[in-house]
Structure formats: structure tokens, C-alpha cells
């Protein structure tokens, strides 16, 4: 089972930028598509956004224009560009296999407030 632990959350004003990053325990070649969650308090953890291995991405229409998921197969990363930040978007953010995800790690905590 792969393991992933999640880094660069924090807090930052509406209207500002992070990029998450997601290091997983062995390679994810075999991962066919990966994605970011969140969950914020008192709700269900949501997929934001989902890339296969040939590149393709798709995103919660939330999200759509403002967060950009990529991956690197080579160092078993995965990253989230989250641009125009605002509160909606605090919550824990998980990287997991889209499809079936396994083990949740720690997630990183991302809180955007004035």
C-alpha cells in the first residue's frame, strides 16, 4: 500500500497562491490517475482535482481556473498550484489515487483569511 505525505499548506489572504506538494512512499507509474482532496470542517472530503498518467487534468468546477494539478512520475510527486485563493477554499488537502483511493496521510492545512 503507498503512502503519501502531503506539504505546503499555510495560511494565506483571499486572493493569494500555494502550491501543495505530495510525495508518495514508491513509485505511482502504476497509478492511472492521481487527485487532490480537500475536506473542510463539517464536510464530506471532495475531490478538487484529478490528473491520468498521459497528463490529462480535470478539476471540481470550483476550482476550474484557479488550481492547476500536476505530477512527476520520476521523483513519485504530486503537485497542486492553487492561485486567487479565498476563504471557500480552507480545508485539509489530501493527495490520494483518484479512483480508489488507499491509506490517507496527514494532509496539509491550507486556511486563507484576512
Known amino acids: 500500500q503507498v503512502q503519501f505525505v502531503e506539504s505546503g499548506g499555510g495560511l494565506v489572504q483571499p486572493g493569494g497562491s500555494l502550491r501543495l506538494s505530495c510525495t508518495a512512499s514508491?513509485?505511482?507509474?502504476?497509478?492511472?490517475?492521481m487527485g487532490w482532496y480537500r475536506q473542510a470542517p463539517g464536510k464530506q472530503r471532495e475531490l478538487v482535482a484529478r490528473i491520468t498518467n498521459g497528463g490529462s487534468a480535470n478539476y471540481a468546477d470550483s476550482v476550474k481556473g484557479r488550481f492547476t494539478i500536476s505530477r512527476n512520475n520520476a521523483k513519485w510527486t504530486v503537485s497542486l498550484q492553487m492561485n486567487s485563493l479565498k476563504p471557500e477554499d480552507t480545508a485539509v488537502y489530501y493527495c490520494?489515487?483518484?479512483?480508489?483511493?488507499?491509506?490517507w496521510g496527514q494532509g496539509t492545512q491550507v486556511t486563507v483569511s484576512s
Open positions: 490520494n489515487a483518484a479512483a480508489r483511493p488507499g491509506d
Open positions: 514508491r513509485s505511482i507509474t502504476g497509478i492511472y490517475a
